[in-house]
């Protein structure tokens, strides 16, 4: 076998991959989804991980969009959130910033990556398994798999398991609060005796609740039960059922009721032995969500009962397996990749990936780590071959892992020669990556966004060509210039790593705009279209294009250096913005200059988003004054940041602003309750404002020394003072539908 490193593994399953959307609606999706893996795998940090979350999470959205035929040139806008995305996001910053309140912890978000990126790597170089999984497609009654000219698509198989890889470990949240739970007890306990031990578990008040796809479709699983007339027996809103008859189905020595009876009873089981399974909620999550999703989109509902359902019971089986269904009374032997073959490749690829996961537990910290990976993989085994730069991973590691993985799965099935797992010790230094952060932004559809992209490689396009044109006038025709017209070239003959350039630039936009209260929206919309930015907003909007710019560079391996070299990563432009020359800050100004005529291009405008009118609306109303463009800076903000709160803290008591369009009925009035429960929580969030902008208890008002009589607790606050809060939420319905706004019970 000859050796390999993982990217080239994965460049060979792209090279014989083709999506349905680039080939029958001219798109370049799989060049941005791999242009991101090459760049997380050069530099493995969490702002690249995301990136491949994102792109592959709206490459596959679920919306109104009908993807089964060809696209058309009109441009459509949706506000439909990518709850599948949000779920990843909260996974990533739970585990991150509670890692220190538990023993044992490791990464799981760039962890799933790497999962994702070693079954392309297996699937592409194992044609054993490839046969599997496709005969396993095949014979299965859903026929809608991909296809490309009606043959079988390698992208059924990207579709399935990027669900399965990247979401098996979406329900770790869960586990991370039983182990908070049991070290913060334990801990505490044993500080009075160690003699001391006392049992945790987590208590669901409602966990049917949980375990229930939101109904909206009664005819749902109707194609489904005709196929398997039994499983009208079970309940098809419920996930659990959904994958007990999956693993019925699947193993047929199985009961499909007694995995069904187990699976109802298995959170008291897990109670009563001290252990969670994140892999049971994360099956969930993905059924719940993506159940709701299709339901209220898809035309086939055998999209979820076939190829969800697969990715979710493969979540489930990658513990689960292992501790329930090869013990009694299930007994089940070595799974065979024919039974479930996302769940063999799963199992497998988890319990491989130990390069890189950077720890978050507080013993886990303490200990060396698998650094890197040399692996070997063909049609007849594997090498795994893990490198640790520092210290000692621990007597029998390769071994143990061995066993475990010889003992759950039938290696040879898919090996004939074995799987062999070597560890490699090199002193060397441990390199930490620093995890980023993202700002938030409005999810937009993946073409919506190529299309701005392509326009903005144009405008850089026109914009040498003109700045040709007045060099050639003035003789000023330098040879650098002339390299970098050289270069030009369309979008179509970009390389992907400058089409994802492209690509974020434009997915920028909607953020940029919301920075400064704006949004996109049809032609048809009544407010006023915005053409040109203020100049200040222009200047915002372009600091804020460079330094996003910066850490983009920076987090795939770029550095300062007073001559640039793109060969070895190096960008004189790599400072401040203040320090850069006025021809280079005009490289960020013009294209926020143009995003207006972007976006007119495509057949949509730029208005002021609903919510910023309504703060324009509420100081108008309260001060009888029009004069908000003319407030000082910080009190913009504040009123800025009181009308997101007003969002929130209504969809505390269920309630949620949506457009005067929208079917539902709009509330006129709040009980007194809820007027005396919001006032309190605005007053509350307006005073940890005013505290984090410096401000303090002062008898008087006073901006010059930022005080503020007003800054005391709700409960110490003079009556009429208290009546003012309230008055907000006594006219907000009033003053909502003013803006083209209403309130509506969720």
Not at 36 to 57: K, M, Q
């Amino acid at each position: 076998m000859d050796e390999k490193s993982l990217k080239s593994y994965v460049n060979d399953f792209f090279d014989e991959l083709i999506l349905y959307d680039d080939y029958n609606n001219n798109h370049y999706y799989k060049d941005l989804l791999k242009a991101g893996i090459d760049v997380f795998l050069d530099n493995e940090n969490s702002y690249n991980a995301y990136e491949i979350y994102r792109t592959f999470f709206m490459i596959y959205q679920i919306t109104a969009e009908d993807k089964s035929t060809k696209s058309s040139d009109k441009i459509s806008i949706t506000k439909e959130p990518n709850t599948l995305l949000n779920l990843v996001r909260i996974m990533k910053k739970y585990e991150e910033n509670t890692g220190d309140l538990v023993e044992k912890q490791r990464d799981h978000f760039i962890h799933s990556i790497n999962v994702f990126l070693l079954g392309l790597a297996i699937y592409s170089q194992n044609k054993n398994y490839r046969n599997y999984f496709k005969q396993y497609i095949l014979r299965s009654p859903y026929e809608k798999y991909y296809k490309i000219n009606d043959e079988f698509s390698h992208e059924e198989f990207l579709y399935r398991w990027g669900i399965a890889s990247l979401f098996h470990d979406i329900g770790y949240p869960v586990e991370i609060i039983g182990k908070q739970l049991s070290k913060f007890i334990n801990g505490g306990i044993k500080s009075i005796s160690s003699s001391y031990g006392v049992d945790t578990a987590i208590d669901f008040k409602d966990f049917n609740e949980f375990n229930t796809i939101i109904k909206i479709d009664p005819d749902f699983s109707d194609n489904y039960t005709d196929v398997f007339p039994k499983s009208k027996f079970l309940n098809l809103f419920k996930p659990t059922d959904i994958m007990a008859h999956k693993i019925g189905t699947d193993f047929t020595e199985i009961d499909v009721n007694d995995v069904a009876k187990h699976l109802d009873s298995f959170v008291d089981i897990m109670g009563e032995n001290g252990f969670l399974d994140h892999g049971f909620f994360s099956s969930i999550l993905v059924l719940n969500s993506y159940g709701y999703l299709i339901q209220k989109y898809a035309k086939n509902h055998d999209f979820f009962f076939y190829p969800i359902v697969d990715s979710a019971t493969a979540i489930l089986l990658h513990n689960y397996y292992r501790n329930v269904l090869q013990k009694k009374p299930f007994n089940l032997k070595q799974l065979h990749p024919s039974n479930s073959p996302l769940a063999f490749l799963l199992i497998l690829c988890d319990e491989l990936q130990e390069w890189n996961r950077q720890p978050f537990g507080v013993m886990d910290k303490k200990r060396s780590h698998v650094n890197d990976l040399i692996l070997t993989i063909d049609d007849r085994g594997m090498d795994v071959e893990y490198v640790v730069r520092s210290g000692s991973i621990g007597l029998g590691f390769s071994e143990d892992k061995l066993e475990l993985l010889k003992n759950v799965l039938s290696i040879s099935s898919i090996f004939e020669l074995g799987l062999r797992i070597i560890t490699d010790i090199k002193q060397d230094d441990v390199l930490r990556e620093i995890v980023y952060s993202e700002a938030e932004a409005p999810d937009i559809l993946l073409r919506n966004v190529e299309k701005l992209a392509i326009n903005i490689h144009q405008h850089y396009l026109n914009s040498m060509e003109e700045e040709y044109k007045q060099r050639d006038a003035d003789n000023r025709l330098d040879d650098e210039f002339l390299r970098k017209y050289g270069d030009l070239s369309s979008y179509d003959e970009l390389s992907p790593q400058l089409k994802i350039a492209n690509i974020r630039q434009a997915r920028s936009i909607p953020l940029k705009l919301n920075i400064i209260g704006c949004e996109l929206a049809d032609l048809s919309d009544e407010r006023l279209a915005i053409t040109e930015f203020l100049e200040d907003e222009v200047l915002d909007l372009a600091i804020f294009e460079h330094n996003e710019w910066c850490k983009e560079k920076i987090r795939t391996g770029w550095v300062y250096g007073e001559v640039r070299d793109d060969s070895k990563l190096i960008h004189d432009c790599l400072v401040p913005w203040e320090d850069l020359t006025p021809e280079m800050q005009k490289l960020d100004i013009d294209p926020v200059r143009n995003i207006p005529s972007l976006v007119d291009s495509l057949g949509l405008k730029i208005v002021r988003s609903k919510q910023r009118l309504l703060t324009f609306e509420m100081h108008k109303f309260y001060t009888q004054k029009d004069d908000f463009d003319e407030l000082p800076d910080y009190i913009k903000y504040s009123n800025y940041k009181q009308t997101d709160f007003l969002v929130k803290i209504l969809a505390e008591l269920g309630y949620e602003m949506v457009d005067t369009a929208s079917k539902e009925n709009a509330i006129v009035s709040f009980d007194e309750d809820e007027i005396n429960y919001l006032a309190k929580r605005e007053h509350a969030a307006w005073y940890k404002l005013k505290i984090n902008l410096g401000w303090k208890y002062g008898s008087i008002k006073d901006e010059n020394e930022k005080t503020n009589p007003n800054l005391i607790q709700w409960d110490e606050l003079d009556y009429n003072i208290q009546e003012l809060n309230k008055k907000t939420f006594r006219d907000l319905p009033v003053l909502c539908q003013n803006v083209g706004l209403k309130i509506v019970k969720n």
